[in-house]
């Protein structure tokens, strides 16, 4: 008979326990989670994690996509860089130890290959945006089936490019999966025989010369996922077939102001949130999202990208009406059960939420 421990799915009311923390390359290590539970996660691959860290100066939110398998339930895995300034993500480096325990929202996201079943793959990714790009190879693996992948990732040099002995590991068990390397310079004293400079229309034609026929997924910076979309629209790819995702979380400072002209209802008409949890009520602007509201008048509400993509500042609206610049972060049936997004929900009028 099986322990329910077996046959519930973790949820985040429960904390994640680190239970390990393995180097990768410079400045990126991987970060294994179990539920102390014992129960088993439930997730697509390509979603993410949005961590609570408790940091000295206040608790910060910061989002992270899971690098690990959903074949592999029993434990999850977050694979990170440090960038320079970054404050989450060089705590998590520098003081998270086995045995810590994090609070977690999540897993959400759509940018996942389970929603896009497709022959014929190709993953473009740069620096550690190849982590949602190894949870779904890495599925397709375990699977056991027949696949056709071809795997791009770029990095400054070859010692940088994270899980490269491990994809090209699983590249000689598993027949198509097609690995291709991009670095910008080569590693001291050792030989680089593969693709150098930056990824470029030229590399991609004779890296996937069916590309055409491909579903394609695509993660990095900004700048970089910019030039490929820009690159594959150029050579007359169907871009219903692309999908893109991105988010950098706030590392220092307030939130952005929303510049004039943005939205809809960046105007200076009054408004006014109630706080119905915290009995406050806070007199705003209609160009003020939500979120810069609250925490102009105190009230905390967790938040990650800022820019509707993790889905951490879910918050459900009593009454009253916002808009909703868009819900990349929540479902539609959230919507319809009352959820906004904070940081993208301009109030009108008088608007009373849950918090």
Not at 8 to 26: F, G, H, Q, R, Y
Not at 95 to 123: C, E, I
Not at 271 to 286: K, N
């Amino acid at each position: 008979m099986l322990d329910a421990r077996q046959t519930a799915k973790w949820t985040d009311d429960e904390p994640l326990e680190c239970v390990s923390i393995l180097p990768e390359s410079p400045n990126v290590v991987t970060v294994c989670f179990q539920a102390p539970s014992g129960r088993p996660f439930e997730f697509l691959a390509g979603q993410f994690l949005t961590l609570e860290l408790p940091l000295p100066g206040g608790t910060i939110h910061r989002t992270y996509t899971i690098s690990s398998s959903p074949t592999r339930p029993k434990s999850l895995t977050i694979t990170i860089k440090a960038q320079p300034g970054s404050i989450g993500t060089r705590w998590i480096i520098d003081n998270l130890r086995p045995g810590m325990k994090l609070r977690a929202k999540g897993p959400a996201g759509r940018f996942t290959s389970t929603h896009f079943p497709a022959r014929k793959y190709l993953f473009i990714s740069a620096g550690s945006g190849i982590t949602p790009m190894m949870s779904m190879t890495t599925e397709i693996y375990d699977l056991g089936r027949h696949c056709d992948i071809v795997f791009v990732n770029c990095a400054q040099r070859p010692s940088e490019i994270i899980f490269k002995r491990r994809l090209e590991h699983m590249a000689t068990r598993i027949e198509g999966l097609d690995l291709k390397w991009v670095v910008q310079q080569a590693d001291i004293y050792q030989p680089w025989t593969g693709y150098k400079g930056r990824f470029n229309q030229l590399m991609l034609g004779l890296m996937a010369p069916d590309y055409l026929e491909r579903e394609v997924f695509c993660c990095g910076p900004a700048g970089f996922m910019q030039s490929v979309s820009e690159a594959l629209a150029g050579l007359g790819f169907d871009m219903a077939h692309y999908h893109q995702e991105s988010f950098g979380a706030p590392e220092a400072g307030d939130l952005p102001a929303v510049e004039s002209g943005t939205t809809e209802a960046a105007t200076t008409d009054a408004a006014q949130l109630v706080f119905r949890d915290s009995g406050i009520t806070h007199d705003c602007s209609a160009a003020d999202t939500v979120l810069q509201a609250a925490r102009a008048a105190g009230v905390a509400i967790p938040y990650g990208c800022s820019m509707g993509v993790c889905g951490s500042c879910r918050i459900r609206k009593v009454s009253g009406d916002v808009h909703m610049v868009h819900n990349g972060g929540i479902s539609e049936d959230e919507v319809e059960e009352g959820y906004i997004l904070a940081c993208c929900s301009h109030p009108r009028g008088t608007v009373t939420l849950e918090a």
